[in-house]
């Protein structure tokens, strides 16, 4: 038997959340480096520097033509002398004495002595002179040199998640590799003697697996590459075999089901006997008997066999610690909306209920809650894009109350 005085239980969400973060902290993995080109998603493992200023020379804004605005009249038109033109590519060296413009592109080197772009369209040339038309304001349409970053600047922070534009910015500064954390190894497995493959024929009293195709589809959401093992069997001795082969090889184990108290529920006294359990069951609905603990060099999250626990447990407990192991510094969002329904909350439990999220007529969120808030009821789960969280204890909730929702 498992014996809960050596470790917390039936904690709060907050209190299990903290757990999870602090085993993740002292469980970071290491950094790589990787192409810019494949870094997206990833976390940035230290600072980025940057090595040149952006933009790197003076440059014109807009299609027209490089001028000195000394050289024009205050309070009427000022017709000057094409001299030449630079497009964006090499700088051609090019030098306006007085009276003199030349011809200019969108990202081209300003020619010496120019310090203001007319745009092209405002311009009139004839008989190689361009007239400009008064009132054009110096520095016009002009790019300076480093105005968005200057060399040795600190462009991007370590624990940043690699967006679209974050490779963009490192890309225009020449940098062609970035340290990321390692993406962690991930072992799914879901429990239990009946279960029974997708496309195979059901006996009665069986079930197909649902858990492992929704796991893994969760983790190669976030951009993981997780590994499916076959299903446990409710078996100590088989359990003990197999999962004592996966915490030596994997970074995190997962696992559905037989994390309960029943005849069946073997993985908490297995944990226990091989491991260490930082907590078991967290003040929460769906996902109570919420296992969590370490063994090998693995860390252990033992969600409970339920889909929607699965669902639930995985966006709250296995992102977090994901996000943790890969130093992510970052929160991912979290919203608040209106209920558009009444809600009575029966338990004194925490809630992770499901809804579909909307905007009304003034663009403000509205979610709508899910009647269906069994944690068998996947179909719910299916056709919500949110969990609605209620805080701990029983009341109702009014229609038009804030609440905080979690994208799916």
Known sequence: ??????????????????IVRTVAARNLLGPEQVPTSRADGRVLAADVVAPVALPAFDNSAMDGFALRHANLAANAPTSLELAGEQFAGRDLGLVLGPGQCARITTGAPLPQGA????????????????????????????????????????VLRAGQVLTPARIGLA????IDRLPVAARPTVAVFAS????????????PGQVYNS??????????????????????????????????DAVESFDLILTCGGVSAGEKD??????????????????????????FGEAGRARVLGL?????????????????????????????????????????????RLEFLRGQLFQDGDAALQVQPNPADGSHRLCAAAHSDVLIVLEEGARDYAAGELVEVLPL
């Open 1 to 18: 038997m498992t014996d809960p005085a050596a470790f917390p239980t039936r904690i709060s969400l907050d209190e299990a959340l903290a």
């Open 115 to 154: 310090d203001t772009v007319l745009i092209k369209e405002n311009a009139t040339v004839a008989d190689g002179r361009v007239e400009v038309p008064a009132g054009l304001a110096p520095g016009a349409n002009i790019r300076r040199r480093a105005e968005d970053v200057e060399a040795g600047d600190v």
């Open 171 to 174: 890309a225009s500064l020449g």
């Open 192 to 203: 239990g003697d009946e279960l029974v493959e997708p496309g195979l024929p059901l006996q």
């Open 211 to 244: 858990n492992r195709d929704l796991l893994m589809a969760q983790l190669r959401a976030l951009g993981l590459e997780p590994v499916a093992w076959p299903t446990l069997p409710d078996d100590p001795a088989r359990i003990e075999a197999v999962l004592g």
């Open 266 to 291: 073997h993985l908490p006294r297995w944990l226990q006997a091989h491991g260490r359990i930082h907590f078991w069951k967290v003040r929460m609905r769906p996902g109570m008997p919420l296992l």
């Open 304 to 348: 409970p066999g339920n889909p929607v626990s699965v669902l639930a447990t995985f966006t709250v407990f296995g992102r977090e610690l994901l996000d943790g192991l890969q130093g992510r510094g970052e929160a991912r969002p979290r919203w608040r909306a209106r209920l558009a329904a009444p809600w009575r909350k029966r338990h004194e």
